[in-house]
């Protein structure tokens, strides 16, 4: 079963405006971790933000925040004032529980943002 | 403080081959986690390691192997390779294994194309 869903294969958004990347998840376990990467053309992972299930507030970065549904069940990245160098491939991902499981990501497919100038 | 680090950054092999691509975590981390990324299957972990003892492992044939080091760093190792195994392998360090919240820090990347 999909554990990640991430529903916009791509995205095109002009310079300064705010975008939302939307991700849901599944999961029965109450302790989880939801995560989101950022990816240029370049290859690497890039951390951008954590939201654990038990948190009250939602995470913010920077630009970076993370609005967490939890009874929705999802996780939606909102980058704000969006930059050129904000194109990317974005990728949303959880880790859960405390046993052995907890040592693995669960990648979502991915969102191509592209920022029009 | 030194980010991950992959070597190589591309390898070029053929059929039959088999393969060692090498992780150095950040200093002061002890968990390494490898993941494959294909275009058609997406991110998809391997194995995770921890003071030398492999924790985890995703659901991969007996070709895909691994180990830990002392100093942390890790080695991956593809024997027999097929053309499927063509893919972005990223080795990723986090400071202890301990649950969810631990971030996962990754390196840029090993591209391995079999040919």
Known sequence: AQKITQTQPGMFVQEKEAVTLDCTYDTSDPSYGLFWYKQPSSGEMIFLIYQGSYDQQNATEGRYSLNFQKARKSANLVISASQLGDSAMYFCAMREGWGQGAQKLVFGQGTRLTINP | ?115
């Open chain 2, 1 to 115: 403080k030194a980010g991950v680090t992959q070597t190589p950054r591309y390898l070029i092999k053929t059929r039959g081959q088999q393969v060692t691509l090498s992780c150095s975590p950040i200093s002061g981390h002890r968990s390494v986690s490898w993941y494959q990324q294909t275009p058609g299957q997406g991110l998809q972990f391997l194995f995770e390691y921890f003071s030398e003892t492999q924790r985890n492992k995703g659901n991969f044939p007996g070709r895909f192997s691994g180990r830990q080091f002392s100093n942390s760093r890790s080695e991956m190792n593809v024997s027999t390779l097929e053309l499927g195994d063509s893919a972005l392998y990223l080795c990723a360090s986090s400071s202890t294994p301990r649950g969810p919240n631990e971030k996962l820090f990754f390196g840029s990347g090993t591209q391995l194309s079999v040919l």
